[in-house]
Structures are given as structure tokens and as C-alpha cells.
């Protein structure tokens, strides 16, 4: 991992492996895996169409809570929720998971951010955890201020401690107690509340093959999702962004969110710098680059980040 890193570049590095993790794996999400063994009888095996690169709802609203964050020191749910319905009312946002739906439609006729939410055991989503990168670098933030931001779709503590997991990788990242060569799952364990995320942690923290820890759920379940991209991120010293990239996709299920926060996790230790060429590119060509390149050009000005 390289030694010395800019603020600039782990934040770029953040939101461009998140992309990066999100684009290659929409085109995959929940596709039953393909018999590579199948003998063809008739015909030769047919060839392979790779999907085509497209960013999703995880990518769209992590990009929302960045231009919330733009001239916001102290960020609040209400202006996280301002953007997201601004964003909706204009048609940024595609791919929307039930609860984000929800909460949106509700927003729209004038619903109160701390009331739309969805409630109960099917707010356990990943839907809070995929969006909340950026505010790992917001030195203020509370576990409050998360919370709210969660609540606004999500209201369910499952829910939050999968963001909060994201939160305290990345800023394990930032203050260097994981360089990647440090168990990330232990030191993320003694932070979190006790939940079944927690739980499921403390179930994997020591299973080395990323295929044996997506047995225990790949969907977008917080309780499967999270622990598995943090699981994959952990794998960072012994094998590279692509190859982690790979097996989540072969573990299946919901691939854009799982490939999304281990590339935000994975992106920030190495910043945007260590990205493989080939990935940057690939994200380059999609119609939305442009709008990723813009907003992370934006917060980093207004954040005053050193970029030499």
C-alpha cells in the first residue's frame, strides 16, 4: 500500500472505486452463475457479452450526500433529504430499492425526512450503507448526525450499524490504524452496537476464503451485504481491486452494492492513484462520468484538500 496519501486522493479514490465497484457489478446483480462446465452439442460454447457499465441508485445518492456536504460543516439530515428528493424530482436516480423509494414518494408530497422512512424488519437493507462514503470525511460528524441520515430511508438499527460500519472502515483508513495490513473486522468489532451485523462480523472475522463467507447471504440484506464487502476489503494485502471485484461477482447476488462499498473501502486505502488503469478507464466511458468527475472536483475545492 502507498505509504503517504493526499486527502484529495483517498476521497477520489473513495468515490471512483465505489463507481468503479457499482458499474461492473449492475450488470451482474442477482444472475444465476453459469455452468462453465456446459457442453455445448450442437454448437460451439457461445461467446460471452460482457454488460455494459452503468452506475446505479448507489452511486447517484452517495453523489447526492457530496453536494450536501458542499458548505454544510455540520450536516444534517434534513439537507441530506433536500437533495436526495432534488435529485428524484429530477430523474437522477434509477435502480431505487423499496425503502429509498418510499421515502422519496413521501418527501415528494411533503413528508417530514424523520417520518418516511420504512420501518420494521424490511428496512434492514443495504440501501443507508451504500450512500454514506462521503461522510467519513467530515471530520464533525456524530453518531447522531448518521443516524438521522440513515432514518431519512431506513429506519432500522441493522440499517445504521451497516452504515456506521462503513463510516468507521474509512476512518480507520483516515487516521492509519488499517493499512490494510491489520485485521479490518477486528478493529471494526469493539465499535459497533451489538446487532446482527455485529454478529455476523464476529462469525467471519477469521475466514480467509471470501467464497465461504458469502455462503452466509449475498442480498441485499445489511446483515449479508455489509460484512461481505467489508470481508472482501480485508483481502486488500493478498490480492488485487480486480480479483476482489471477480469473486464478489461469482458469489452473486446483489453485486453492484457488495462491489460498490468494498471499491469506496478499498479505493480510499489506495487511492485513486493505485486504481488499476484498466477499471479507470472502463468507469471513464459511462454518460455519467462527467457529473462523478464534477462533484468530487467540487467537495475537494470546498474541503481545501492539498492535491500535491
Not at 168 to 195: F, H, R, V
Not at 248 to 274: F, M, P
Request: overall charge negative.
Amino acid at each position: 500500500m502507498p505509504k503517504s496519501l493526499t486527502k484529495a486522493d483517498q476521497f477520489r479514490g473513495c468515490i471512483i472505486g465505489g463507481a468503479i465497484g457499482d458499474a461492473l457489478g449492475s450488470g451482474y446483480e442477482n444472475l444465476a452463475s453459469e455452468n462453465d462446465d456446459a457442453i455445448f452439442y450442437l454448437s460451439a460454447k457461445p461467446k460471452k457479452e460482457l454488460p455494459t457499465w452503468e452506475i446505479t441508485d448507489d452511486t447517484q445518492l452517495t453523489l447526492a450526500t457530496i453536494e450536501a456536504m458542499i458548505g454544510n460543516e455540520n450536516i444534517d439530515p434534513k439537507t441530506v433529504a433536500a437533495t436526495f428528493l432534488k435529485y428524484y424530482k429530477s430523474r437522477k436516480l434509477r435502480g431505487l430499492g423499496a425503502s429509498t423509494l418510499k421515502a422519496l414518494r413521501e418527501l415528494e408530497v411533503g413528508g417530514h425526512w424523520a417520518l418516511v422512512g420504512r420501518k420494521g424488519e424490511y428496512s434492514a437493507g443495504n440501501g443507508a450503507a451504500m450512500r454514506v462514503a462521503p461522510l467519513a470525511f467530515n471530520e464533525n460528524l456524530t453518531r447522531s448526525e448518521l443516524r438521522g441520515i440513515c432514518w431519512i430511508t431506513h429506519q432500522n438499527d441493522e440499517a445504521y450499524t451497516g452504515a456506521l460500519c462503513v463510516i468507521n472502515s474509512l476512518q480507520a483508513i483516515l487516521n492509519k490504524s488499517w493499512t490494510g495490513k491489520e485485521n479490518l473486522i477486528e478493529i471494526l468489532i469493539p465499535t459497533l452496537p451489538d446487532t446482527r451485523v455485529r454478529d455476523r462480523l464476529i462469525e467471519i472475522k477469521d475466514i480467509k476464503d471470501l467464497s465461504e463467507v458469502g455462503e452466509f447471504g449475498n442480498d441485499g440484506y445489511v446483515v449479508h451485504s455489509v460484512p461481505l464487502a467489508i470481508a472482501a476489503a480485508n483481502t486488500i494485502n493478498y490480492k488485487s481491486m480486480e480479483e476482489i471485484f471477480e469473486i464478489l461477482i461469482d458469489i452473486g447476488g446483489d453485486t453492484d452494492t457488495n462491489c460498490s462499498i468494498t471499491g469506496q473501502i478499498i479505493g480510499c486505502l489506495i487511492g485513486e492513484s493505485q486504481i488499476p488503469l484498466k477499471l479507470k478507464k472502463e468507469v471513464m466511458e459511462i454518460r455519467e462520468y462527467q457529473w462523478i468527475e464534477k462533484t468530487i472536483e467540487e467537495f475537494i475545492v470546498y474541503k481545501k484538500y492539498n492535491t500535491n
